[in-house]
């Protein structure tokens, strides 16, 4: 009696163990230790198509380091460009003009004053009208010169300032068009997230349910009607599911399109403020020039210059030979007293020029600076993807080990280590963790 | 009436013991009791592993000031020199820093181990289920008064067996056919990238990223896949021939446990 039980407890002990043959005795007790391939656990998951999107955006992030566009460019900026442009010439005629009207009254006045002046010392010399056709001719030539030279000026400040205009519309609406594109992203990424905790909350709600309905469903004792029964459960039990998972993704397909139109319009209504600030900048950047240049027009044009000789082969001005040395040297007073103030005048205007040109130079940095930050935008969205990705990454590997969890102690199997580098004798429950994965997606 | 007493308490005994195990079937299979698992993050934040980072932290951004003030006075080829020369200084910062808390930890892990008849301890990532988990324990020994003692005896034999991966991958096939991978992904990573920059619309990222991923996917199946296959191959043999059980990478072990390294290298030559 006493062997016939101790035969039976082992015989029950032995019909308990569920450990194969193959991983019996030694030290190791008797070898009940089990392995899952996690990789392949992990391409089955029903999220795992949301894992493969944030490893693709990491790589095409990581290959391209460019954000990708989203928002369209302004299709009125061309025409924009034009009317900027336009202004500009505009503002260039009207600044050429005046200073052409002034010159004429200067030289009007200066003409008036250098015959008062020989009137004045009786000079029986060369007449009066001789003297001042002599001034208003040498007075031409330099206004001409004035204003052409001025005229060029005018015409460099209006191209430089429309090349760097354009460079700045084209930076502006390509830093308007990222800071969009990674908003939209991000709230793309976090409806995904949404969508994918949601589906996971769902299939983990119903586990308990659908487990019992297939246990019911695998018993062979089942008859036809409670089987059509359990079987019209379970797939009402998906249907449930799917439904409640596809009107989230409508609800967040609706969301993402009333952002895109919405950003399209922010985009829209930032870059034409944009574009209007720097057409104002410029339109400043030209009057300033041309305040300038009025004010170079009401100074004295050049004196009473005589004659105009050739010496070494150079063009020099001098005051006539012929006139009294008092009023030579008076008119000679009067052209250093001019030459003098035309090159401070100069000087102003130049300074006046690199005032601008810095600013524009300032306001260019500013706008790499904006590049700048847009790249940092895009590295920060790398970082973001990934922490989601590992976040996910978790989600699914956490419901995994918990399926494989309960296949093991179901088979009686201690410990299961995954990242196995060779299989030699454990148990493989990746078939098994695969069938309960798949069943997920029903 | 003795005889009959005795009978009957046989039978409720026998009855009894196969009720226990009809009732509870699990225990009857959880006869491997010598696999531990320990948490390693959790040991690394530990205050004192905090404050040897923070050192160490602070040691590399002043060693890294004055790499800056001395290579900029200095050639290419002394750059080169002085480099090697602080990253020997780095080096040996975190030996000096670390050394003495590894050697604790260690000591602190055998003990427990020892204690619990463990044979091997396994990093707690690669542990789905099951194995005695020590962390408690090592933490507490290393957070206590004093330090801990090392068992007097090593570890039995483990039927879980380990590779050094990066021995294996040394190894000429395996670093072959791994320099020819890694040569083919680098260009494949230019090429993508350049196109990539190009592409005017998601759709032709999409297309260009999917023609990416299947060059890689070929290039693997043909020059990676062979070789992992073959030594895993020669792994599995060597693990039978010694009765393990699994075998998994050197890293994954903390303790205990059967090298088998150099039994795989030695068929792999």
Redesign the interface.
């Known amino acids: 009696m006493m062997r016939t039980a101790a035969v039976l407890a082992f015989v029950a002990a032995a019909g308990c163990s569920h450990a194969p043959a193959t991983t019996a005795g030694s030290s190791s007790g008797s070898g009940a230790v089990g392995y899952v391939r996690m990789d392949e656990l992990v391409q089955k998951h029903p999220l795992y198509e949301q894992l493969a999107r944030y490893d693709r955006s990491i790589d095409s992030f990581d290959l391209s380091a460019t954000a990708p566009q989203s928002a369209r460019p302004d299709p009125n900026l061309a025409q924009r460009e034009r009317a900027l442009q336009q202004e500009l010439h505009d503002a260039a005629d009207r600044t050429t003009k005046l200073l052409d009207a002034k010159q004429q009254q200067y030289q009007q006045q200066e003409s008036q004053a250098i015959a008062a002046a020989l009137r004045g010392a009786g000079q029986a010399g060369p007449s009066a009208a001789s003297i001042a056709g002599s001034v208003n001719t040498t007075a031409q030539a330099q206004r001409s010169s004035v204003s052409a030279q001025a005229r060029r000026d005018l015409e460099s400040l209006r191209a430089n300032l429309a090349r760097q205009n354009q460079a700045q519309v084209a930076a502006a609406q390509k830093a308007l068009n990222d800071r969009a594109d990674r908003t939209y992203r991000a709230k793309a990424d976090e409806l995904q997230s949404k969508e994918s905790a949601l589906s996971l909350k769902l299939a983990s709600d119903d586990s308990a349910q659908r487990l019992a309905l297939r246990t019911k469903l695998s018993s062979l004792a089942l008859d036809d009607t409670a089987r059509e029964d359990a079987q019209k459960q379970l797939t009402a039990l998906d249907r449930k599911e799917a439904d409640e998972l596809a009107a989230q993704r409508n609800r967040d397909q609706q969301t993402l399109a009333a952002l895109q139109s919405s950003l399209r319009t922010q985009v829209q209504h930032d870059l034409t403020a944009q574009v209007a600030a720097i057409q104002q900048r410029s339109i400043g950047a030209l009057s300033t020039r041309q305040a300038q240049l009025a004010k170079q027009a009401t100074a004295p044009v050049p004196g009473p210059v005589i004659q105009t000789m050739t010496i070494n082969g150079k063009p020099q001005q001098q005051v006539n030979p012929n006139l009294p040395p008092a009023l030579r040297a008076r008119i000679e007073q009067l052209h250093n007293d001019y030459q003098k103030r035309f090159r401070d005048d100069a000087k102003t205007t130049i300074a006046g020029f690199e005032k601008t040109r810095a600013d524009l130079s300032r306001r260019y940095a500013e706008l790499h600076g904006i590049e700048a930050g847009s790249l940092r935008g895009a590295q920060a969205q790398i970082a973001s993807l990934r922490q989601k990705r590992d976040d996910l990454y978790t989600q699914i590997t956490a419901q995994i080990d918990r399926e494989v969890k309960l296949i093991a102690q179901q088979r009686g199997i201690s410990v299961v280590l995954t990242n196995v580098v060779a299989p030699a004798g454990g148990i493989d429950l990746t078939p098994d963790a695969l069938k309960d994965i798949e069943s997920l997606h029903q | 009436m003795n005889t009959r007493f005795t009978?009957r308490r046989?039978?409720a005994?026998?009855f009894a013991?196969?009720a226990a195990?009809?009732a509870t079937?699990?225990i009857?299979?959880?006869?491997?009791?010598?696999?531990g698992s320990l948490d390693q993050g959790a040991l690394s934040a530990l205050p004192q592993f905090q404050a040897a980072n923070k050192s160490l932290s602070d040691y590399g951004a002043n060693l890294q000031k004055q790499y800056v003030a001395r290579a900029r006075k200095a050639s290419q080829a002394q750059q080169q020199k002085l480099a090697a020369e602080f990253q020997g200084r780095m080096a040996e910062k975190q030996r000096q820093l670390f050394a003495p808390l590894f050697g604790k930890a260690q000591a602190a892990i055998a003990s427990v181990a020892s204690s619990k008849n463990l044979?091997v301890v396994?990093d707690k990532?690669?542990?789905?289920?099951?194995?005695v988990d020590i962390t408690g324990n090592v933490r507490d020994l290393l957070t206590g008064i004093g330090d801990p003692v090392p068992p007097q005896s090593t570890p039995?034999?483990?039927?879980?067996?380990?590779?050094d991966?990066a021995t294996i991958d040394a190894t000429p096939k395996v670093k072959s056919a791994t320099d020819e991978f890694n040569k083919f992904r680098q260009d494949q990573?230019k090429a993508?990238?350049d196109k990539?920059?190009a592409?005017k619309t998601?759709a032709d990222?999409e297309s260009i990223?999917r023609d990416?991923r299947k060059a890689l996917d070929d290039k693997q199946n043909q020059v990676l896949k062979p070789v992992i296959d073959s030594t895993?191959g020669v792994?599995?043999d060597v693990?039978?021939s010694k009765?393990?059980?699994?075998?998994?990478?050197r890293g994954?072990i903390v303790f205990g446990g059967t090298d088998i390294t150099k039994d795989v290298t030695d068929k792999l030559k």
Not at chain 2, 28 to 35: E, L, M, Q, R
């Open positions: 009978r046989i039978a005994l026998a013991l196969i195990v009809l079937p699990a009857g299979a959880t006869d491997v009791t010598d696999i044979t396994i990532r690669i542990v789905v289920f099951g194995g039995g034999p483990s039927r879980v067996g380990y590779v991966q990573d993508t990238g990539l920059r592409a998601d990222r990223y990416y895993r792994i599995a693990a039978k009765n393990l059980i699994l075998v998994v990478d994954n």
